[in-house]
């Protein structure tokens, strides 16, 4: 889960010009824009939460864990992938939610391939592949598998 390059903000229009697959939950404050989750669907009953952010102004308010559950609740006949290198989205979120975190080698199938193909836009397969001993070092991967695969 990232926010993606050159997304500074919670603008919608630029979020979905990078994102047009996305399936985006907005959540405001005193009438304004204050974060935005988004997930993807692949496979054929998987989806990733792909990104979740709020505005840093109305952090630390429990909308984060608002959107965040939200979109689990959209997501609840759906297996589900999170990557973060967030400790919030870690420790608060993901863990305390009952997903399961596993390295890169542990994922489904389905999830690593899907995974492989995002990437694509940014990094060379092979630099992401080569060390089967210390891959992806960088992120940690989540699922929670509510639907048989
Ligand atoms: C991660 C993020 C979405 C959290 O949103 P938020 O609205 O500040 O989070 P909440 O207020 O709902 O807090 C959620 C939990 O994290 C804890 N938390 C929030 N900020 C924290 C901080 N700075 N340090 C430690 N814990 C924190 C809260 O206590 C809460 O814990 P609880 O559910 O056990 O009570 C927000 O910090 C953000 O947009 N960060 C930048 C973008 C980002 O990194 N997104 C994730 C990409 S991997």
Redesign the pocket.
């Known amino acids: 889960?990232?926010?993606e390059p050159g997304f500074t903000g919670v603008d919608l229009d630029e979020y979905r010009s990078y994102n047009p697959s996305h399936n985006i939950t907005t959540i405001r404050a005193d009438k304004e824009l204050a974060?935005l989750a988004a997930h993807k669907d692949f496979g054929k009953n998987w989806a990733e939460f792909a990104t979740?952010?709020?505005l840093s102004k109305?952090?630390?308010?429990?909308?984060?864990?608002?959107l965040w559950q939200e979109t689990l609740h959209q997501l609840s006949y759906k297996n589900i992938f999170v990557i973060?290198?967030?400790p919030?989205?870690k420790n608060?979120m993901a863990l305390?939610d009952n997903f399961r975190q596993r390295t890169f080698w542990q994922l489904p199938r389905t999830v690593q391939g899907y995974f492989i193909r995002q990437k694509v836009r940014w990094r060379n397969v092979k630099e992401l592949i080569s060390s089967r001993t210390a891959p992806m070092g960088e992120f940690d991967f989540f699922v929670k598998t509510n639907h048989k695969e």
């Open positions: 889960m990232q926010a974060g979740l952010i709020i109305f952090r630390g308010q429990g909308l984060g864990k608002r973060s290198a967030n919030i989205v608060r305390s």
